[in-house]
């Protein structure tokens, strides 16, 4: 099971853009016949301080001239954009509902979209997917995606006025599931997590095979080091994430090792939390295996917290593992911008 059909279907050339809440990344793959997919371009710019607040786009202009500043090469400013939502933006519900004919399958989704959302069903988006095949009697397992109009339009507008086409706004989390289906070969039993720890949110997905068992996210990243640092040592917004980071003139200070120690453990705690839901609610094999990807994955001793708290392996997960690339290895926060130009391989 691919979760691939969100938002927007039918689009040919799609560039993956993932506009995050401190950079904007792009990444432009092509499809080769027989061969693998070739990552032909990738770039991250930083956005202006301010920009984008609390998931919310504050200066509409600045962001759509740091998108546009990405695009240098014509030819690739021709194809159109994925992107998508954070998971904070949406609402995704596991429904089970009885074994419809398929024609009636819309029309009960709605009707468990109105339960949600009493008096706004015409201010959201909303698609879902069966993720599960027909078996006698059994329940279907349908995955509702839900996301309010205005932040849909908000993202779009910046895109167009960046000069670009808008096609395709998917969510994170979704996107996420599909990357670590094209990277890594996993058993139809193994169980592992896959973490993307961004600057504002971290994503938790809980896989089995190809099937996304749980995803949730939390409000925690790497902004929450930058806060700290401030705090500590008067550094202004645009410098104190940097100053935590392995080479940054805070990193070897004791005062920078106990601000990241606090603060690994108080994520991996939260981490924990999901993880003993996860195992309480869900009839399965324990987790086997972390794999981490964002700017943050590389926050010095958050991969050791991790596996010392959680009793578990944690790897990298490398975007272009599967791809063939002019790029010997890309940032670990590429990983939505890869995983959005992919989108369009992997829905064939």
Known sequence: MGIREYFGAGIENLVGLDVGSSSVKVAVISSRGGKNPRLEYYRRQILPPGSIVENS???????AQTIENLFPVKRFRRHRIATAL???????????????????????????????????????????????????????????????????????????????????????????HNLYLFTHDSSETEVEAVLN???????????????????????????RYDQHVQEQSGLPSIQAFSCVGPEGPFALSDRANAIRDTINRSLALEIKKIFTYFKTTFNTPRIEAI????????????????????ELPVYTLDPIGNLDSKYVSTEANSALAIGLALRLLLRK
């Open 57 to 63: 786009i504050h200066n509409k202009h600045l962001v």
């Open 86 to 176: 954070s998971s904070d933006s949406v609402i995704l519900k596991k429904l089970l509902l009885p074994n419809h004919r398929d024609a009636e399958i819309p029309s009960s989704v709605r009707w468990e979209i109105a339960q949600q959302f009493p008096g706004e069903l015409d201010e959201m988006n909303c698609d879902y997917s069966v993720l599960n095949e027909r078996r006698g009697d059994r329940p279907l397992e349908i995955l509702l995606v839900a996301a309010r109009k205005e932040k849909i339009a908000e993202l779009n507008e910046v895109i167009r006025m960046a000069g670009l086409k808008p096609a395709v706004v998917d969510v994170d989390a979704l996107v996420l």
């Open 197 to 223: 720890v961004g600057a504002r949110i971290t994503n938790v997905n809980i896989l089995r095979g190809d099937s996304l068992l749980l995803t949730r996210y939390l409000l925690a990243g790497g902004n």
């Open 291 to 310: 794999r981490m990807c964002g700017g943050g994955s590389h926050i010095p001793g958050l991969p050791e917290s991790l596996s010392q708290l959680l």
